[in-house]
């Protein structure tokens, strides 16, 4: 139903005065054309809204009904108007940022605590998201950016990466594993384990990296059970239910159910931020210079 802002202004007016020329005196306007906003919209609506009486008005049950759906919409498009103009202006700005929950840590929490330090204009809104997910919701613009892991080996067009941070990859066994208590671990020992794995279907970069490892130490990797969190892997690990590879992060968040292992020679795996390669927002820009 297409209802204008000045009818609903006139409406409200009414309701809340109880009389047309009270509320034609707030919004400084003639009784007859208020009159007609009102007719308008009961016209539209199909239903008297207003019993006239000789002190005033009263409403029906299908204005009251009306009134406590629509008596903040007049205050919210203000409210909007206001927040946009103040946006373009660059008083405030809005920074979407998708996430792995694998990558957090104090020093992107510090990341965070620093940019809201410079910028507390910029409202930050964070979403946890699968790193496939994230890549798409920056490629049609439902993010600004996001921390999606490793960088893809066939990185999708339009997005650039920036990396951020390097960190080890573990193998992470049950604490009750034969290798829990080895101080590193070589790839080709882990041939005849069963994996547990992030999914290919969420992490793909991440996937691949993993096969690639074990291809290149003479094997291919026994995965039983699949999970598109690396929390979900790191408890199913802690469970009993097999071994990992995973970051440093979170194979650190099962101890001491599940222990990390480094591996022999070390392996370090490089997070990136994405984001889309034409000019974004200031504030991704700032976001993107506190990060490096």
């Given at each position: 139903m297409d209802y204008s802002l000045r009818e609903l202004e006139c409406f409200i007016a009414v309701a809340e005065e109880r009389s047309f020329t009270r509320a034609a005196r707030r919004l400084r306007l003639a009784q007859p054309p208020l009159s007609r906003h009102v007719k308008a919209l009961e016209e539209k609506i199909g239903a008297v809204l207003f019993i006239r009486e000789p002190r005033?008005?009263?409403?029906?049950?299908?204005?009251?009904?009306?009134?406590?759906?629509?008596?903040?919409?007049?205050?919210?498009?203000?409210?909007?108007?206001?927040?946009?103009?103040?946006?373009a202006s660059g008083e405030i700005s809005r920074l979407r940022l998708g996430f792995v929950s694998?990558?957090?840590?104090?020093?992107?929490?510090?990341?965070f605590r620093?940019?809201?330090?410079?910028?507390?204009?910029v409202h930050i809104t964070l979403h946890d998201l699968p790193p496939q997910d994230q890549l798409d919701a920056i490629a049609d613009g439902r993010l600004d950016g996001g921390f999606v892991g490793i960088e893809p080996d066939d990185p999708p067009a339009g997005i650039r990466f920036i990396p951020?941070?390097?960190e080890s990859l573990v193998c992470l066994v049950p604490s009750g594993h034969p290798l829990a208590g080895n101080k590193t671990v070589a790839l080709p020992a882990l041939a005849?384990?069963?994996?547990?794995?992030?999914?290919?279907?969420?992490?793909?970069?991440?996937?691949?990296?993993?096969?690639d490892l074990c291809a290149a130490a003479g094997f291919r990797p026994r995965i039983i059970l699949e999970s598109p969190r690396a929390q979900a892997v790191a408890l199913m690990v802690s469970a009993g239910s097999g071994i990992a590879l995973l970051p440093d992060t979170p194979a650190a968040l099962v101890k001491p159910s599940a222990k990390a292992v480094p591996l022999r020679p070390g392996v370090k795996i490089r997070h990136v931020f994405a984001c889309r390669e034409r000019r974004g927002s200031g504030a991704v820009a700032d976001f993107i210079r506190l990060l490096r």
């Open positions: 005033g008005v009263s409403l029906t049950e299908a204005a009251n009904v009306f009134y406590e759906e629509t008596r903040n919409i007049p205050r919210r498009l203000l409210r909007a108007g206001e927040a946009a103009r103040r946006c694998a990558v957090m840590s104090d020093d992107l929490a510090g990341v620093s940019f809201r330090a410079k910028h507390p204009q951020w941070r390097a005849d384990e069963s994996f547990i794995a992030i999914s290919r279907a969420s992490a793909p970069a991440f996937a691949d990296k993993v096969r």
